[in-house]
């Protein structure tokens, strides 16, 4: 069955360190990967995706996701987290020529 | 450009009643989806329409049913709400579905409590 693990239900992290959300996933084949954002009483955002081509991908609000093919993940970084990045973070996996597969979300809190 | 527009925002039902829920795109995106967001399961796909005219089953379609009422418009129907159902629901769209390539754009979503 097609899944997605983001095994950190919370992360915090001081305003200005460097932060990383994990996701990893276990899908057949070479599915496509993405990141969103939900901030409080919204819907989702999209941050970024991966495709193909670089394992280093860029986003929106100075985000970056990182694919590694043989440990199966995606995790979002940034290299210094902001107040404002405080919100929920959701990992998704498209295997090829099927629907959307969300990972459960992590909470993630800038401490100032 | 509004996007993707839900109504109502919030709504409270006793066991047994029904509701339809409303989603809206502005975009011209081909494929529409509604998903139900609970705690600590992400979202999960209830119905979804990859084209104007089509609907199908997502992984969590029991007690649902939906209308692709034009290329703007996707509905959500609870016939006899149960607690269960008790969820935050979201309606996206996307250029195409089936292919991963489009990112979906979602609504604000629906808070629905079911007593």
């Known amino acids: 069955a097609q899944s997605v693990a983001q095994p950190e239900d919370q992360v915090n992290v001081a305003e200005g360190n460097p932060l990383t959300v994990k996701c990893t996933y276990s899908?057949?084949?070479?599915?496509?990967l993405f990141w969103y954002v939900q901030y409080p009483n919204r819907g989702l955002q999209f941050l970024l995706k991966?495709?193909?081509?670089?394992?280093l991908v860029k986003g929106s609000y100075g985000f970056e996701a990182e694919f590694n093919k043989s440990q199966t993940s995606f995790h979002l970084k940034k290299p210094s987290a902001l107040v404002s990045d405080s919100a929920l973070y959701f990992c998704?996996?498209?295997?090829?020529?099927?629907?959307?597969?969300f990972g459960p979300g992590t909470r993630l809190s800038v401490l100032p | 450009n509004a996007g993707v527009t839900q109504t109502p925002k919030f709504q409270v039902l006793k066991t047994g009643q029904s509701m339809t829920l409303q989603c809206a795109q502005d975009?011209?995106?081909?494929?529409m989806y509604w998903y139900r967001q609970d705690p600590g399961m992400g979202l999960r796909l209830i119905y979804y329409?990859?084209?104007?005219?089509?609907?199908d089953k997502g992984e969590v379609p029991n007690g649902y049913n939906v209308s692709r009422l034009n290329k703007r418009e996707f509905s959500l129907r609870l016939e006899s709400a149960a607690p269960s159902q008790t969820s935050v629901y979201f309606c996206?769209?996307?250029?195409?579905?089936?292919?991963?390539?489009?990112?979906?754009?979602f609504g604000p979503g629906t808070r629905l409590t079911v007593l």
């Open positions: 329409s990859a084209s104007e005219g089509t609907t």
């Open positions: 998704a996996v498209v295997p090829y020529g099927q629907n959307f597969v």
């Open positions: 975009m011209n995106h081909n494929s």
């Open positions: 991966y495709i193909t081509g670089d394992n």
């Open positions: 899908v057949s084949g070479n599915p496509y």
């Open positions: 996206a769209s996307s250029e195409a579905s089936g292919r991963g390539l489009n990112e979906q754009f």
